[in-house]
């Protein structure tokens, strides 16, 4: 018998490619952070994770992303709606505007963010509460940052459910807030929770917007990349080495947990016999 | 419930989707629309429903003006041609959600709605797959499914969307006989759409032909079938064969060729038409044989015995069936010269287009 041929061109060629390119820019990195935990000892490495300061930036940096990627789940929901639902002037501005917090540098995000919402820039006078320079700045940039995520993901499925599927609920007389929960919400729910799970393990290693906005008070608006960058300007980069580690377990676990979840639900509207 | 549409016309910007038509339909008729794409049956269907809005006009059910009325509230099922299943939800979920979403309304406990759903499910020979998702069915098992989520708010009125126009050809006529049995059963008003006019003369008491965004007739099949209104109709019903001449004294010239006597028509110019099944073929001419043509081609389909052949005059090729023993027992091969005599002629009015028969 023959070795079955490949129909599709450049199979070699392109994994080849793809693979190398997965070494030296993702394994290679993640390599040395590995390199330098073994410099460590376990009671050394267990210190450095659960010093008190670390453990509160742990909790500022989860609690913030948390009500970020909420927020966004939201507002990126709604923003992603009215760009497939509607049409109407600007839509076009509007919908390249959602990417803007990808394109811009996130350090002029941060201190945009830091001046409109000091206590006395533009909207920062009008609040009766510090955002900027307390942990709800933290928050801000974080959303800033990683609303596309929410957007981007839940635009093309929005895009894929039919229309005669949201009329087919109207015609057997579902009301629109029974339509949405019933057909619409379920039909996007795995987008949406992937395009939250990314916002939130994107906003858990923010640096560059939420410094400037955050005051970087010790145990009150550290987060934890800042932990990791004050570890590595102190060249102790065995220390700087754990605290990443941290957040890159808690991403890694993030994105696997949404992964599984989003295979099973897939499989179930799929049909069971395929995929 | 009977439905009345009283001049509605759409339009899409300049483009006229359909112009003013009206219709009525009675109680417990199936009607359907009948048109190519782009004749605007979808859009009469979808105004019918609530789903689309008019530019003028109005809709009337049983008498009651309901052209304002939102969709939710107007009671009619809507089957929608590619099924629109809730895909995330069981086959009985997406029978129940009618019943679900307005349980409040109709005072309808838990029990009720799973007996309600039960009963549907039996109706449509599903009841083992109440369980499944859309996904996990074959197309013709989605289709009743859409059907049975529709039926089971019993709507008065059922409006269908190319209802089988995804299906093979052997599940779509087993399903049109099914649906004619249910509705003999629950006797809902129907109006559906299609292409294809089988469908449509098979399952309809009465059919609408639709083109360019009007409704060219409306009768019953077997009237349709015989007295075609006008030339659209009568070609989009089935094969045409046309013989366009010159009239002189009660004789149709075609060509040097051919000769055709046509008793009470008038000189001049003059198109007729025919169905394959009216003409009937002999290997020498006669008084009523004249035409001379040659077989191009045989096809034998099943019950009937199509012949191509090509007219001694300058037209394009004319089609006639015969039943197989006909055929047999004339016995000619391609290439034959054979004798044309059509027994049922209509006359096409070259302004209106409309038919009138010649004998």
Known sequence: MSKPRRILPGFHLSLGIALVYVSIILLLPLGSLVGQLADLSWARYWSIITDPRNLASYRITVLSAALASLFNMLFGLLCAWVLVRYTFPGKRILDALMDLPFALPTAVAGITISTLYASQGAIGQWLGFKVAYSWLGIVVAMAFTSVPFVVRTVQPVLEELPASVDEAAITLGASNAYAFRRVILPFIWPALLTGTGLAFARSLGEYGAVIFVAGNMPYKTEVTSLMVVTRLQEFDYPAAAAIASVVLIASLLLLLVINIYQARFFRRIHGNQHV | MSITVDQISRQFGNTVALHPSSLDIKEGELVGLLGPSGSGKTTLLRIIAGLETPSA??????????????????????????????????VFDNIAFGLKANAHRL??????????????????????????????????????????????????????DEPFGALDAKVRVELRRWLRH?????????????????????????????????V????????????????????????????????????????EQGTLRLPKVANGAAELVTRPHEISLSHSPSDSATLPAQVSAIAPIGAVVEVELQPFWEAPNLHVTLSPRDFEQASFAVGDTLYLHPHRLMLVDPHSTALTPVS
């Open chain 2, 57 to 90: 006009g109005r809709i009337l059910f049983s008498g009651r003006d309901v052209t304002n009325l939102h969709p939710r509230n107007r009671r009619v099922g809507f089957v929608f041609q590619h099924y629109a299943l809730f895909r995330h939800m069981t």
């Open chain 2, 216 to 255: 060219e007739q409306i009768a019953a099949p077997a009237q349709l079938y015989r007295e075609p209104a006008n030339r659209f109709v009568f070609d989009f019903l089935g094969t045409t064969n046309s013989f366009k001449g010159e009239v002189r004294d009660e004789q149709l010239y075609l060509g």
């Open chain 2, 107 to 160: 005072s309808l406990g838990r029990q009720e709605i799973t007996e309600r759903v039960n009963e549907l499910l039996g109706q449509i020979q599903l009841e083992a797959y109440a369980k499944r998702l859309p996904a996990q069915l074959s197309g013709g098992q989605q289709q009743r499914v859409a059907l049975a989520r529709a039926l089971a708010v019993r709507p008065e009125v059922l409006l269908m």
């Open chain 2, 182 to 214: 249910l509705h003999e059963q629950l006797g809902f008003t129907c109006v559906f759409v299609t292409h294809d006019q089988d469908e449509a003369l098979e399952l309809s008491d009465r059919v609408a032909v639709m083109s360019q965004g009007r």
